[in-house]
């Protein structure tokens, strides 16, 4: 990292300025750092597929307890190999947000058996398969937005996108309705897997919303 500096800046200016500005480099090892959490919870995920509980053992293995999922304390996730140095000097951003991960690591899961999907020369599931694709795509940019705002502390904003990150996961259950009830071969094991998963969502954007309804209607402290 370096010293934060702003071009034609004055001599002096930044004299007394003790921040510190990451270089392209360092948020590239975060980031990097963040997709290395995502790929954990999803290989944990998967690994319990069978299981009722496989969100929250999830959560569990990734080192989240309770107070993780709330909109209190979403600010600590476990990542293995974290530089030490990094302890006392690396920010907060949405990435680290246990809901963010979550949710697109059963995202990410979803979209690789979308395109791992075989070519069925049944035009209605091929077009089946390409909406399913698209409402995928719209649910999972609402429920990103929804986790943003909750970030923000605006939690009624964040109830209106979880809401819209709802009505597509309804829509798209609806489609793989109609990619199961296929006879083609294939149909029926991607729909039970493709279910299972976006029921996963809504029970996440459902918890999340009520955590949220609780924060917006709860009274502000007295700052005195």
Sequence with gaps: MKDFDADGAPDGDWEERDELAWTEFDWEQYLRQQDAAIAKYLEHYEGLEARPDRIDESARLMGWDEGDWNSENLDEVDLDEMPEDWDDLEPYSVHRNPVYVATKAIFSGLWRRIGAFPQIPDPAVAKSVIGLAATCHQCEDAA???????????????????????????SALSVVATIEASPAAGCQEFATAARLRLFDLREICLRVMEECRQEATRPLEDEG
């Design 144 to 170: 990103s937005l929804a986790i943003h705002a909750l970030d923000l502390g605006d939690y009624s904003m964040a109830v209106s996108l979880f809401k819209r990150a709802l009505r597509g996961l309804n």
